[in-house]
T-cell receptor, first 115, second 110 residues
Framework: GAGVSQSPSNKVTEKGKDVELRCDPISGHTALYWYRQSLGQGLEFLIYFQGNSAPDKSGLPSDRFSAERTGGSVSTLTIQRTQQEDSAVYLC?????????????FGAGSRLTVL | DQQVKQNSPSLSVQEGRISILNCDYTNSMFDYFLWYKKYPAEGPTFLISISSIKDKNEDGRFTVFLNKSAKHLSLHIVPSQPGDSAVYFCAASTGNQFYFGTGTSLTVIP
């Protein structure tokens, strides 16, 4: 596609429920990243996929968080047993190159609210 | 540990004047520095980048300056326009790892 597509754009859930967030990266971009932005905070790295390599999961805050990337394209971020502190905007990005720099192109984000 | 810091959470500037957004970093191994702009309810969009081997990169109204000895970079916007009002994130990269600052909210007053 022309840009990075994320769904849903907004999700309200009850504490303890599981949620799935989807990301469709730019066609041809081999790298895919998940970040989150909590209220008043910066962008927090969660996980990174590069081609067929094992993902870098070093940013996942707990074992309730997991992500997969099927067929080297679409990715799903799953949060199990959601907690109120999981409320944030979850941003997906894929990367390509611009003027030599490796540049991230972000989706519009999925806003998660845990009641 | 925050490797990229933006110490000013907000900045207000009159239309037509210069906006200067600042960023500090700690890791001398970063090879690129980038600025992103974010409007409410949208994802960050790439603005401009600079290689660690350069000290200045210019693109229209936007110029990024890099001072490696001070581990400091800045984004200059001149002249500032009301449409520039947004949150600006500084980022640094090494290979495929990106580190973001906490952002500076710029308000350009008409």
């Amino acid at each position: 596609g022309a840009g990075v597509s994320q769904s849903p754009s907004n999700k309200v859930t009850e504490k303890g429920k599981d949620v799935e967030l989807r990301c469709d990266p730019i066609s041809g971009h081999t790298a895919l990243y998940w970040y989150r932005q909590s209220l008043g905070q910066g962008l927090e790295f969660l996980i990174y996929f590069q081609g067929n390599s094992a993902p870098d999961k070093s940013g996942l805050p707990s074992d309730r968080f997991s992500a997969e990337r099927t067929g080297g394209s679409v990715s799903t971020l799953t949060i199990q047993r959601t907690q109120q502190e999981d409320s944030a905007v979850y941003l997906c990005a894929s990367s390509g190159r611009a003027s030599g720099a490796n540049v991230l192109t972000f989706g519009a984000g999925s806003r998660l609210t845990v009641l | 540990d925050q490797q990229v810091k933006q110490n000013s959470p907000s900045l207000s500037v009159q239309e037509g004047r210069i906006s200067i957004l600042n960023c500090d970093y700690t890791n001398s191994m970063f090879d690129y520095f980038l600025w992103y702009k974010k409007y409410p309810a949208e994802g960050p969009t790439f603005l401009i980048s600079i290689s660690s081997i350069k000290d200045k990169n210019e693109d229209g109204r936007f110029t990024v300056f890099l001072n490696k000895s001070a581990k400091h970079l800045s984004l200059h916007i001149v002249p500032s326009q009301p449409g520039d009002s947004a949150v600006y994130f500084c980022a640094a990269s090494t290979g495929n790892q990106f580190y973001f600052g906490t952002g500076t909210s710029l308000t350009v007053i008409p």
